[in-house]
């Protein structure tokens, strides 16, 4: 069981690390990526930017609202990450 809680709170952390990075649409500006996370905009992420934007991804993750990420809610949150993922890739790869 302690392997199981390891296990899904380093998917968990890892997961966390998307929420960072989200795709640009300018890429007049060599554009890309900007920080998701940077809610002041000053170029940098602090601690409750950092805290404040993976306590919303576990909301999102934790579907049924009990404050755990069960296993079945780790596989469809990953599932609806690859989704997402590969979106955004087709979307980039149009332009």
Not at 15 to 40: I, N, P, R, W
Not at 46 to 60: P, Q
Request: neutral net charge; proline residues 0%.
């Amino acid at each position: 069981m302690k392997k199981l809680h390891l296990i899904a709170g380093l998917i968990f952390a890892a997961s966390c690390q998307l929420v960072f990075a989200e795709h640009s649409a300018d890429h007049s500006k060599g554009g890309g990526y900007k920080m998701a996370a940077d809610t002041d905009h000053d170029g940098n992420i602090s601690r409750e930017e950092h805290n404040k934007k993976c306590s919303e991804h576990f909301d999102v993750m934790d579907t049924n609202r009990d404050g755990m990420i069960s296993k079945d809610e780790q596989k469809a949150g990953r599932k609806k990450m690859r989704e997402h993922m590969r979106e955004m890739r087709e979307k980039h790869e149009d332009k």
